[in-house]
């Protein structure tokens, strides 16, 4: 089983709620998978600054795997890189694969706060009235006038 960065590296910047633990790694003398393999770059990555190679290697941990909790860890790397859409997905797809685990409050709690910045309710439009130009009305007076 692969780890939530936010439980495995608990000094992350995205790993802020320190309340919910998730379930450690097990820890086997076989060969990594190419899953594990992809997420422990994902954390030397995040360790060394690189966000951007994180955020790849750790989307490539979860189409290995499609381990629900990458979904949570994906949306936590995503919102501290302000990508705000991608963000809001992985935690609903997030809640949609795990609706009752330990990360579920957090994620809703995410969503909440990131819908009204990523998902802003639609612009009103204005309907449109005509203009009023001074000029049509100069020359609709000058011709009633018999000016023109």
Not at 24 to 29: E, F, G, K, N
């Amino acid at each position: 089983m692969i780890a939530c960065l936010a439980a495995t590296y608990a000094n992350a910047a995205f790993a802020d709620d320190a309340a919910i633990a998730a379930p450690a790694r097990q820890t086997v003398a076989s060969t990594p998978t190419p899953a594990e393999d992809a997420y422990d770059r994902a954390m030397a990555f995040y360790r060394a600054g690189d966000r951007v190679s994180a955020l790849a290697a750790l989307q490539e941990s979860f189409r290995l795997s499609h381990e629900p909790d990458l979904l949570f860890d994906l949306g936590r790397l995503e919102r501290e890189m302000n990508h705000c859409k991608p963000a809001l997905e992985s935690y609903r797809a997030y809640l949609r694969a795990a609706p009752e685990s330990a990360y579920a409050p957090a994620s809703r709690l995410a969503i909440e706060q990131l819908e009204p910045e990523c998902d802003p309710p639609p612009h009103v439009a204005r309907y449109w009235t005509a203009p009023k130009i001074v000029g049509w009305s100069a020359l609709a007076a000058a011709v009633g006038v018999g000016i023109g």
